[in-house]
């Protein structure tokens, strides 16, 4: 699951952390993923539950950058690793043009 996402964060040079929880009463999973460059402050909640064939259909996907309130929703993996694409470039190029004092030592 999510494998274009792995691949994409392993690019770019970024950490993950993952792992599953399964629900007592929802009949649905769901898989979190954490990611992030130094801290792993940002995360993926997929909620996935099965089909009667046994494969995983994913019903929904959280996208929460940077300890966001409210999360992104997305309905496929595709639209979310666009979204990340022009996102994650835009916060890297105001990084690069303001360094926080971390960086600068």
């Not at 494998?3 to 970024?14: A, D, G, I, P, V």
């Not at 995360?43 to 009667?52: D, K, L, Q, S």
């Not at 639209?79 to 004092?101: F, G, I, N, S, V």
Request: aromatic letters at 10%; proline letters at 4%.
């Amino acid at each position: 699951m999510l494998s274009r996402t792995k691949e994409y964060l392993r690019q770019h040079n970024y950490r993950y952390e993952k792992s599953y929880i399964r629900p007592l009463m929802a009949p649905e999973s769901v898989y979190v993923f954490k990611f992030g460059r130094h801290s792993l402050n940002n995360r993926v909640i997929i909620r996935y539950g099965h089909t009667w064939t046994g494969r995983q259909r994913i019903n929904e996907i959280d996208l929460r950058l940077h300890k966001q309130k409210h999360p992104r929703v997305f309905q496929n993996e595709a639209d979310m690793l666009d979204y990340l694409e022009t996102h994650l470039a835009r916060r890297e190029q105001k990084q690069a043009d303001h360094p926080t004092d971390t960086e600068k030592v």
